[in-house]
């Protein structure tokens, strides 16, 4: 055995029906997870070296992970680390695995915070379109113009016969370079010259009825154009509260989706997470001021001068039904943390005691939000309002199921 050839395409071969043999519900995505993390490889770089042999350290690292993952042990725990959102964060044993479920968590977080409290500018996911000024259709022909002129360089160089090749001195991948560095050259002069003439033409000076330029028209259309832009909206940084970080999923995508603009500060009561926490974000280059994690009861940590200026609480709390826990998938029940799963005889033990600090914790206007079990939502939702929160709504995840609600608080409250 320990002179066999093992390939890559082997190996994924062999753990795919091996799994699949002891029920693994998707054996061969786990057979590339555990593959990617053996070998350091993307899974798209498997199939492109299905020949290429495993070392011996590499096949020691997919043994034992194969013996892991049979026995019911998760994926993330297995491979270190999952894909959440925009980011990757490592994951280890006695921390809750981030769910997708939770990237709408997010996704309601980021939206209530784009249209609520931070200025446009702010909301860097998706390309921002101006009004179709004189400047931005200049700077649209020009690129036009450049894309047009690359996109012949292109077939100018794959299209290079024998005797080209040979006049430009070089092998097949030095002409062809050659041609193209010629050709993007010529296409950014003619993209230049395009931009020059444009500005010329829009800088035609305003002529009087005998065709004589008047003098100080382009300095008053300016001056009206200016007066009559209005003042930019004032940008300020959103401030995040979240409760039960666990790997700190949560506050380091608001983060780093919106850095700049918003800093989070997030609590848990387990050591693990914390650690975990904080490792994620320095992977990320985030500063301690930009997500600040405390080890501590929900929001005891919270120093009371901080309360009441959040503008959002979100968490994903424990919230599986006593009853429930015992029905969970082995690999949940058996491997991931109690502390972080079971939410009281409805779900709902550690929600009541959020519900109970979102209105000394938010400003007026602040948002609520929690992901839940799919059975609690409505007796949530119900709990909202008796406390006195509005605009309270049940988001359904991408399966149609009830997961998350969220409020507003329009009346805080004073520490007495």
């Excluded at 509005?390 to 149609?400: G, K, N």
């Excluded at 009830?402 to 007495?416: C, D, G, L, N």
Aim: negative net charge; aromatic residues 6%.
């Amino acid at each position: 055995m320990a002179n066999e050839i093992w390939t890559i395409k082997r190996c994924l071969e062999w753990t795919k029906e091996y799994l699949a043999e002891r029920g693994e519900e998707h054996p061969r995505l786990s057979a590339e997870w555990l593959l990617c993390a053996a070998t350091g490889l993307a899974r798209i770089d498997l199939y492109m070296r299905m020949d290429e042999t495993l070392s011996a350290a590499q096949l020691e690292t997919m043994h034992a992970a194969v013996v892991r993952r049979a026995k019911g042990e998760p994926l993330q725990y297995i491979t270190g680390s999952t894909q959440f959102r925009m980011i990757d964060v490592a994951c280890a044993p006695g921390v809750l695995i981030p769910r997708p479920e939770t990237e709408m968590l997010v996704e309601e977080v980021l939206n209530y915070l784009d249209t609520e409290v931070l200025s446009p500018e702010a909301a860097v996911r998706q390309r921002v379109e101006l009004p179709w000024n004189d400047e931005v259709e200049q700077a649209r022909k020009a690129e036009a113009a450049l894309a047009d002129e690359r996109a012949t360089a292109e077939r100018r160089a794959a299209n290079l016969t024998a005797a080209d090749e040979a006049a430009l001195g070089g092998d097949v991948l030095g002409s062809r370079a050659y041609a193209e560095e010629l050709a993007d050259r010529e296409a950014e002069e003619a993209a230049a010259q395009a931009a020059e003439a444009e500005t010329a033409e829009a800088a035609e000076p305003e002529l009087d009825e005998y065709g004589i330029a008047i003098e100080g028209a382009d300095q008053e259309t300016a001056s009206a154009q200016d007066a009559a832009a209005p003042a930019p909206a004032e940008s300020r940084t959103a401030r995040v509260l979240e409760v039960g970080c666990g790997t700190g999923c949560i506050s380091l995508s608001l983060a780093w989706e919106r850095r700049g603009h918003v800093t989070c500060t997030a609590t848990d009561i387990e050591p693990r997470a914390i650690d975990l926490a904080t490792k994620n974000r320095d992977a990320l280059g985030l500063a301690s001021d930009e997500v600040a994690f405390s080890l501590t009861n929900l929001v005891s940590s919270i120093p009371h001068e901080e309360w009441g200026t959040f503008d959002v609480l979100v968490s994903n709390p424990p919230y599986i039904p006593t009853d429930v826990m015992r029905s969970l998938p082995h690999e949940v029940k058996d491997f991931e943390p109690d502390l972080a799963l079971e939410g009281g005889a409805d779900g709902l033990d550690i929600f009541r005691r959020l519900l109970n600090a979102a209105p000394y914790m938010l400003r007026a206007g602040g948002l609520f939000a929690c992901e839940l079990y799919e059975g609690a939502l409505d007796a949530a939702a119900g709990l909202c309002r008796q406390a006195g929160l509005s605009d309270v709504r049940i988001v359904h995840d991408l399966t149609d199921r009830p997961r998350i609600v969220r409020a507003i608080v329009t009346e805080p409250k004073q520490r007495q």
